[in-house]
């Protein structure tokens, strides 16, 4: 039974045909154009947000730096103009009474500055608990001394106390 379509029908089959193509062309067409631009956009825009955010973290830690760098050189401007560690050094030593059990230097490396003036201190038979002492004094109030390096720690042959090789530096304005 075979029925042939009169013309209303077969527009209308046209028609339906056209829009299931259309329909199945744009199901083809929203994921491919602009589903993956709007996926693309959220990547790019999450990769800005952490980008920023990373951005955000150096400018953080740039300003403590230099705010860090700000005390340094305000605690260097309190300093006496006419500091010589060496001399800060040997006063420390004799105020201790550690003078006897020492032998302070001047210490150049060999790509050393002379905005980095340095001493070698030498300490014989030392109690530990005067080496702290000595140390702590050091570090604080205005002077700006740290140690550069500690060649050696050992107790002392005698048993009595410790030897050690420290070299201390400070930086000049």
Do not use: W
């Amino acid at each position: 039974m075979k029925r042939s379509l009169d013309r209303r029908e077969q527009a209308g089959l046209a028609m339906g045909i056209l829009a299931v193509t259309l329909v199945v062309m744009l199901a083809l067409y929203v994921p491919a154009g602009p589903r993956k631009t709007s996926l693309r956009a959220k990547a790019d825009l999450q990769s800005a947000k952490d980008e920023l955010q990373l951005e955000q973290m150096a400018s953080l830690d740039v300003r403590d730096r230099l705010e860090r760098q700000k005390q340094l050189m305000d605690q260097l401007a309190r300093r006496k103009p006419d500091f010589s560690l060496f001399s800060h050094v040997d006063g420390l030593l004799n105020k201790r009474g550690l003078r006897s059990k020492a032998q302070l230097e001047q210490y150049k490396p060999r790509n050393g500055s002379a905005k980095q003036p340095m001493v070698q201190l030498r300490l014989q038979e030392v109690p530990l608990k005067e080496l702290v002492s000595l140390l702590h004094d050091l570090y604080s109030g205005d002077a700006l001394v740290s140690v550069y390096k500690v060649d050696t720690m050992r107790p002392a042959p005698s048993g009595k106390g410790l030897d050690c090789d420290v070299t201390f530096m400070t930086i000049t304005s």
